[in-house]
């Protein structure tokens, strides 16, 4: 139980493109979803925390407006990089939780490779 | 949410008990301890969490000292796959943001053949 499926795994696009990634819960319902950043050999990095139905709320440093998250349904979150630039070439991650008391853990999608060129 | 110090990296022979160690020494009374694993270009997989009993599951022991300021994540026979970047977290359930994980820089365990 408790799977994460995240699409595509990888991109390459041109400078300038938006990308969107998708975040999907198969077989539980995702009240609270997030989306991490990580850079090569670092650590991950919490870009922004959504609620189901509300406004992502996003951390210090990370621009909205560039990075843009909608969480419409309990299944589904989407990030969409917009305008795409070569420094945004990352792998992105997305993890969700449940319905369940506050101490359940998350549980992580596989990730996705983004390269802009 | 308290912070945790990792050894940068472990090595472990295969077949053998791996004893990740984790130190917490600022946890207050209402923080869980999490353990999550990496594996190279894939997403963190949850492993086990705990309060201040150990725990045992399908993949692993966690340990908390009496005193919770430490726990150690036992890997009861490694093989090769759990070749993997392990992180300890320490997350509070009364903050504001109270399902956020924290990264740290976590342990490079190196299981050898």
């Known amino acids: 139980g408790a799977v994460v499926s995240q699409h595509p795994s990888w991109v390459i696009c041109k400078s300038g493109t938006s990308v969107k990634i998708e975040c999907r819960s198969l077989?539980?319902?995702?009240?609270?979803m997030f989306w991490y950043r990580q850079f090569p050999k670092q650590s991950l990095m919490l870009m922004a925390t959504?609620?189901?139905?509300?406004?992502?709320?996003?951390e210090q440093g990370v621009e909205k407006d560039k990075f843009l998250i909608n969480h419409a349904s309990l299944t589904l979150s989407t990030l969409t990089v917009t305008s795409a630039h070569p420094e945004d070439s990352s792998f992105y991650i997305c993890?969700?939780?449940?319905?369940?008391?506050?101490?359940?853990?998350?549980?992580f999608g596989d990730g996705t490779r983004l390269s802009i060129l | 949410d308290a912070k945790t110090t990792q050894p940068p990296s472990m090595d472990c022979a295969e077949g053998r008990a791996a004893n990740l160690p984790c130190n917490h020494s600022?946890?207050?009374?209402?923080?869980?301890v999490y353990w999550y694993r990496q594996i190279h270009s894939q997403g963190p997989q949850y492993i086990i969490h705990?309060?201040?009993n150990n725990e045992t599951n399908e993949m692993a022991s966690l340990i908390i000292t009496e005193d919770r300021k430490s726990s150690t994540l036992i890997l009861p026979h490694a093989t090769l796959r759990d070749t993997a970047v392990y992180y300890c977290?320490?997350?509070?359930?009364?903050?504001?943001?109270?399902?956020?994980?924290?990264f740290g820089s976590g342990t490079q365990l190196t299981v050898l053949p």
């Open positions: 993890s969700a939780a449940g319905r369940g008391a506050a101490y359940q853990p998350q549980h």
């Open positions: 077989d539980f319902q995702a009240t609270t």
């Open positions: 959504s609620n189901e139905g509300s406004k992502a709320t996003y």
């Open positions: 600022t946890i207050s009374g209402n923080e869980y």
């Open positions: 705990g309060l201040k």
């Open positions: 977290i320490v997350r509070s359930l009364t903050s504001g943001s109270a399902r956020q994980l924290t």
